[in-house]
């Protein structure tokens, strides 16, 4: 195996292992493309807590560097979309796709709080 081999992972545990390793801003905008190009399927939180944390390592401050916020945000976009399609799967029998939303989240609107 090589250095960068990280073995078989599925794609949201091996990007955590691959982020950890960057050792350059250009590294790390490639994976922010990555990030944003493909369908991550679970594990969101802990890939923009290790995106946020090797960012601010390499002094690109999330809040501040408009390119590392999207990643950030296109990532929990993506969370967002698999809960609400995982709650209309769920709620096949509801009425409505806005009562499925709801059961996603408890009764309250789904958004997100960054500004972009």
Do not use: Y
């Amino acid at each position: 195996m090589s250095e960068m081999t990280v073995g078989r992972l599925p794609f949201h545990e091996a990007i955590v292992v691959v982020m950890k390793r960057a050792s350059s801003i250009t590294e790390l905008k490639v994976l922010g493309c990555l990030l944003v190009a493909a369908k991550i399927p679970k594990g969101h939180d802990e890939i923009v807590t290790v995106w946020n944390a090797k960012c601010a390592s390499m002094g690109w401050q999330v809040d501040q560097v408009d390119a590392a916020r999207r990643v950030a945000v296109d990532v929990l976009q993506q969370k967002q979309e698999v809960e609400v399609a995982a709650a209309m799967k769920a709620a096949a029998g509801a009425a409505s796709p806005a009562q499925a939303v709801g059961v996603v989240a408890g009764g309250e609107e789904v958004g997100l709080s960054f500004e972009i």
